[in-house]
Every structure is written in C-alpha cells, then in structure tokens.
C-alpha cells in the first residue's frame, strides 16, 4: 500500500518571496523531480511534476494551492513604541505635539497563505503523500500557523503530523467512536421530515 493522507487542516502563512527561494533548489521526495508554480490573480499553485515516465500526461498531478493576500509590515512593531515615556502613549496630546508624531516604517508584503482542509490545499491524488511532505518542509520555513494532518504510512500505520509556527510538535490520534442512534433523538430528522418533499 502507498502512502496515503486522511486528514490535513492548514492555516499556514510565509512571505511569498520564501516561497519562491524555497523552490529555487528544493529537496524533492523521489516521486516528483520538479514543481511548477504558477500564479492566477491572488491564488498560488504549486503542481507536482510526477518522475513516473509511466503516468499519463493527462493524469492530474497533487497540487498546493494557496491564496495570496498583502500584509502592512511595519519595520519596529507599533506596540512596542506607545510604552511609558514615548510621545504616543500616555495622556492628550495638544498642538505642536501631533505635528512631531513620526509615521512609522512599513511595506506592503505579499504573503502565500495555505489554509484549509485537505481538499482546499493539497489536491489530486496522484503523488498525493510526496507532495505533502512538500507542504511539510514549506511549514517548517512558515513562521506562523499550523499544519495538522493524520497519514498512513507505506506499512499502513497511521501517523499524525503537528507543524505549529515552523517546528515540529508531537501529535497523537484519538480514535473516538460514532454517535449513538439514540443521542441524535433530540435533533431534526432531515430524511424522514414529512415539512421537507
């Protein structure tokens, strides 16, 4: 059996420009020799390139998608300045004061973020497990958010991943068991409701 991804929640954001540098030499699973990046107004696409001569070209290879948004990057943190005995914190300002308030630092930064489900991120099945090591190694260079998945590994065990903030944090699965028939007696039933035709 090959590896398989059962479940994968994503709110990972980095810098576009990391993204970028990150595929200009990337340390690719053996399974895909190349990824395409590929930009379409405000969402990246990252399209495996399968080393399988044998696969059709028309089979459609594990894709990442991202969506990409502009963040406001401030060069010393806002926060940081309003302490005790700055001109900004404290009591009113009056006059001449406002006028030699400083206007912070910033640039406008484009940020690659992947967030969601399984479906919504990591997408196609072909090459689907090498392609989410790769969303792995690009949480490890992510200094914000979470990447959280459970697998099957080539022996058919199950694994659970946990990237939080760009390291590895351990992870475990709780199998629960489904809802008992009984317990969903307070709830609507959608299938037999004589109001829904």
């Known amino acids: 059996m090959?590896?398989?991804?059962?479940?994968?929640?994503?709110?990972l954001e980095l810098p576009l420009e990391d993204v970028y540098d990150h595929f200009e030499d990337p340390d690719l699973p053996e399974e895909i020799t190349?990824?395409?990046?590929?930009?379409?107004?405000?969402?990246l696409i990252l399209s495996a390139v399968a080393a399988d001569q044998e696969m059709s070209k028309y089979t459609p290879t594990a894709q990442l998608k991202a969506s990409v948004t502009?963040?406001?990057?401030?060069?010393?943190?806002?926060?940081?300045m309003e302490g005790p005995g700055s001109s900004m914190?404290?009591?009113p300002q009056w006059g001449a004061l406002?006028?030699?308030e400083e206007e912070i630092e910033s640039e406008l930064v484009e940020y690659a973020c992947f967030k969601g489900d399984r479906e919504t991120v990591l997408q196609n099945t072909a090459v689907q497990y090498p392609m989410f090591t790769v969303l792995?190694?690009?949480?490890?260079i992510a200094e914000k958010g979470t990447l959280t998945a459970i697998v099957a590994n080539e022996d058919d065990e199950l694994e659970a991943v946990?990237?939080?903030?760009g390291e590895e944090r351990p992870a475990t699965i709780t199998v629960t068991e489904d809802p008992k028939e009984d317990q969903g007696k307070n709830g609507v039933d959608w299938r037999d409701n004589e109001f829904i035709s």
């Open 2 to 11: 090959s590896s398989r991804v059962y479940r994968l929640h994503s709110t």
């Open 34 to 43: 190349d990824v395409d990046i590929t930009r379409r107004n405000n969402t």
């Open 70 to 80: 502009e963040n406001r990057v401030y060069e010393e943190d806002p926060e940081e």
């Open 89 to 91: 914190g404290g009591g």
């Open 98 to 100: 406002e006028e030699e």
């Open 136 to 140: 792995c190694q690009i949480a490890r």
């Open 162 to 165: 946990r990237i939080v903030d």
